[in-house]
């Protein structure tokens, strides 16, 4: 067995040495392209002002299609526009929510004070 190990130690380099060959791999990052598809159906059923909920629904679509399709340039453009509109739509849904509670908040205690004044003198609405 020491005479094997001697053996193994003793062989030095290659005998013929040729063209080294080598192999390169280029993995590329899986991008993540987020699409936005759930913002988008919030969206679409909560806040949809002027349709841009659902417009920006059908961008989230796309954007998951051209995904799924390997274009990554394009399901980013689409997913920017998705994104966008979804901002837009929130923003708007909101202050006009807002303002329609602050309208009503306004408007409506005169009225009731008025059908409370016609109660006390016995003419109802």
């Given amino acids: 067995m020491f005479r094997e190990q001697h053996e193994v130690t003793n062989l030095g380099s290659p005998q013929n040495p040729g063209p080294v060959m080598s192999t390169v791999v280029h993995v590329q990052p899986d991008t993540v392209v987020p699409d936005h598809i759930v913002w988008s159906l919030f969206n ?48 708007l849904g909101l202050l006009l929510t807002i303002g329609l509670i602050v309208l ?11 059908v409370q004044q016609g109660m006390r003198n016995g003419r109802g609405f």
């Avoid at 002002?49 to 920006?56: I, K, Q, R, T």
């Avoid at 989230?60 to 997913?79: E, F, I, N, P, T």
């Avoid at 009503?104 to 008025?114: E, I, K, N, R, S």
């Fill in 44 to 91: 679409t059923l909560f806040f949809n002002y002027c349709c841009l909920g659902f417009v920006a629904f059908a961008f989230s679509v796309k954007s998951r299609d051209r995904k799924m399709v390997g274009d990554v340039m394009g399901a980013q453009s689409h997913a920017s526009t998705a994104k966008c509109l979804n901002i837009v739509a929130l923003v």
């Fill in 104 to 114: 009503l908040a306004f408007t409506f205690p005169p009225y009731f004070h008025a």
